[in-house]
């Protein structure tokens, strides 16, 4: 059974940083991309970055590109999202989606999520 | 970017009713692919159809997606009261992903 697995979520400060895990488990992991997709209270999904099978193309949306940073350990079955100057617009549930394909591709699996809250 | 806007905003229907959702891109979507998802509240996303008109694992075939280049559309041939939910296209065809700003499927 595929399973997808965020943490990291927490409440931080305008300017801050954060770090979210998304550990997989029931696929060959390095096979296959792993994006990260948000979704602000009462919004829409919007697609934030994603990772390719082996960690060697990274693409990421122009809203955060600069800011975020997508990496992965095959070795432990976990990609991360490296956040950094983090604004209230980054408030979020921030979802971990298994690609289709090994760069990037639709999403067959989803986390549960993990909420990202940005406020003084 | 490819901008994918999706109409209605709210679609109200009783159970038994045809739904047809309409997705419309900006521009092409390279090979078709185009993706559907159902969202329900306090969940996640699920896959429902992907390739513009291949239903994901375990769909009901209630669930129809069809179309192409710029204009696609999701079709439910008979709601069920779990159907009732909001709904989104996503293009994949290049490596900016989008999806479109949903569809609120309510009962009537």
């Known amino acids: 059974e595929v399973q997808l697995l965020e943490s990291g979520g927490a409440l931080v400060q305008p300017g801050g940083s954060l770090r979210l895990s998304c550990a997989a488990s029931g696929f060959t992991y390095s096979n296959y991309a792993v994006s990260w997709v948000r979704q602000a209270p009462g919004k829409g999904l919007e697609w934030v970055s994603a990772i390719s099978g082996r960690g060697i193309s990274t693409y990421f949306a122009d809203s955060v590109k600069g800011r975020f940073t997508i990496s992965r350990d095959n070795s432990k079955n976990t990609v991360y999202l490296q956040m950094n100057s983090l604004t209230a617009e980054d408030t979020a549930v921030y979802y971990c989606a298994k690609g289709s394909y090994s760069n990037y591709g639709y999403f067959d699996y989803w986390g549960q999520g993990t909420l990202v809250t940005v406020s003084s | 970017d490819i901008v994918l806007t999706q109409s209605p905003g709210t679609l109200s229907l009783s159970p038994g009713e045809r739904a047809t959702l309409s997705c419309r891109a900006s521009q092409s979507v390279s090979s078709n692919s185009l993706a559907w998802y159902q969202q329900k509240r306090g969940q996640a996303p699920r896959l429902l159809i992907y390739?513009?008109?291949s239903r994901a694992t375990g769909i009901p075939d209630r669930f129809s997606g069809s179309g192409s280049g710029t204009d696609f559309t999701l079709t439910i041939s008979r709601l069920e009261p779990e159907d009732f939910a909001v709904y989104y296209c996503q293009q994949y065809g290049s490596s900016q992903i989008t999806f479109g700003q949903g569809t609120r499927l309510e009962i009537k």
């Open positions: 390739g513009a008109s």
